[in-house]
Nanobody, 122 residues
């Protein structure tokens, strides 16, 4: 089970950190990926982290501004630090888990958190 949290309202240029907490003993067996979905748009890939955290991937639109990380040892949590936020980052952010390797496609994920709203005002 995945629980996303940490969204909110922030001004352009500001920062937010969203979290994805997982329950279960197999957390470290899963790649975790953040997707987002803005109103009227398809769900899109944002960032992904490998099972151990040694590898990360980012969408071009967030590269250099967002950082994904994970804590397997203590909190079974993945974090997405979002800096220099822009109005176009406004969306519901979802975390998803996939056993083994991650994927850029939302269709490849079976386990999803409930989403957390991020709103960036101009």
């Amino acid at each position: 089970q995945l629980q996303a949290s940490g969204g909110g309202l922030v001004q352009a240029g500001g920062s937010l950190r969203v979290s994805c907490a997982a329950s279960g003993r197999t957390f470290s067996d899963n790649a975790i990926t953040w997707f987002r979905q803005a109103p009227g748009k398809e769900r899109e890939f944002v960032a992904s982290i490998s099972r151990t955290g040694s590898s990360t991937w980012y969408a071009d639109s967030v590269k250099g501004r967002f950082t994904i990380s994970r804590d397997n040892a203590n909190k079974n949590t993945v974090y997405l630090q979002m800096n220099s936020l822009k109005p176009e980052d406004t969306a519901v952010y979802y975390c998803a888990a996939r056993m083994g390797y991650g994927s850029l496609s939302a269709y490849d994920y079976s386990y999803w958190g409930q989403g957390t709203q991020v709103t960036v005002s101009s």
